[in-house]
């Protein structure tokens, strides 16, 4: 069952069309996965979903209520969340502090003590750092806290923004087990990913996108397997 539609949805910046009459939709429970070169349109995808850039034309549905053009504070209490690409912690304050920013929209006290035990349980070395500026963590450790900053909200779906990017490989290994590990807990992820291979291996299903439009669809251990994907995007 569909959580969030997106429904030939045109994004524009200026007078460059970003996004072109993409449809996709995104199942609860599920891991979904975009794929594509640079300017594909995938990290604006994004931004549309969360409001920070507008929609020209189309659609954007959760559990079956629009919510295009909302404003973004609305559509994170809704149930939406994202990881931006390039991580974005604010580097003067504390992981801590970080985290409890994340969780804005939700009530303090004891659920919001439970749900910081909860991401020193996926990240322990937030634990270890939690009194540290962000800005001093190294690059792992600030996607972590991207991811878990995220998540303080509770959200419904998790969209991860380029999470492996400027990672080394063993590090971008172990943000991939973080994914499947919130996806065993029934969480709902859209996944942005250049590492295509990671993405489609992590995907129940996924979506190949060009020039802003949605060229190929299937489950990503099908699409692992095509022709044009394996030539295109996985060195083959």
């Known amino acids: 069952m569909s959580i969030l539609e997106i429904k030939e949805l045109h ?3 200026g007078h460059v069309q970003a996004v072109r009459g993409l449809t996709l939709n995104v199942d609860e429970k599920a891991i979904v996965s975009l794929v594509g070169a640079n300017g594909a349109g995938k990290s604006t995808l994004l931004k549309s979903i969360m409001g920070l850039v507008a929609v020209k034309s189309g659609d954007i549905l959760l559990q079956g209520a629009s919510i295009t053009n909302e404003v973004t504070s609305t559509i994170v209490s809704r149930g939406i969340a994202m990881s931006p690409e390039g991580r974005r912690v604010f580097p003067q304050l504390s992981v801590m502090d970080n ?5 804005y929209t939700q009530r303090g006290g ?14 322990p070395i937030l634990k270890a750092r939690k009194k540290q500026r962000a800005g001093s963590l190294s690059g792992g450790e600030q996607q972590m806290l991207a991811i878990a900053r995220a998540l303080m909200s509770k959200p419904r779906i998790l969209l991860l923004d380029e999470p492996s990017l400027g990672l080394a490989p063993l590090m971008v290994n172990l943000i991939g087990e973080i994914i499947l590990q919130l996806n065993r807990e029934e969480r709902t992820v859209l996944l942005v990913e250049q590492n295509a291979r990671m993405a489609l291996k992590l995907a129940d299903y996924a979506y190949v996108l060009e020039t802003g439009k949605v060229v190929l669809q299937d489950e990503g251990a099908k699409l692992l397997q095509n022709d044009h994907v394996v030539k295109a995007y996985l060195g083959g």
Do not use: H, I, N
């Open 11 to 13: 994004v524009s910046y």
């Open 99 to 103: 985290l409890v920013l994340g969780a």
């Open 110 to 123: 004891a659920g919001q003590r439970e749900d910081l035990e909860r991401m020193f349980t996926y990240f």
